[in-house]
């Protein structure tokens, strides 16, 4: 497991928008923590990023559960979101990283 390396691939992506992840290490129960950075950290929109891009990419990449500090929403709300936005970061994100 590279999570240095499928993080700072994240970030080319995040990049684009002003902010970035950093890896703040694991839980005691296995979960990856990324703190939110930049324009990141203060977005409104950041559980949507974080639904749609953040954890998505995470599992597929890591196989790992991953808590991002800072998302702000209920975990409800983001299964909601992530149901409504499932699979946009592997069309979107592409073109994020190709724009930077």
């Given at each position: 497991m590279d999570v240095d390396a499928?993080?700072?691939?994240?970030n080319l992506?995040?990049?684009s928008h002003g902010g970035a992840v950093e890896h703040s290490g694991f839980s005691e129960t296995g979960r990856l923590r990324l703190r939110m950075l930049g324009m990141c950290a203060g977005c409104r929109y950041r559980p949507m990023t974080t639904a749609a891009t953040i954890r998505p990419f995470i599992r597929e990449r890591l196989g790992v559960d991953v808590d991002v500090?800072?998302?702000r929403i209920s975990e409800e709300a983001?299964?909601?979101l992530a149901k409504a936005l499932e699979g946009s970061y592997r069309t979107a994100l592409p073109l994020l990283i190709a724009d930077r």
């Open positions: 499928a993080v700072a691939e994240l992506a995040l990049r500090l800072g998302a983001e299964e909601r």
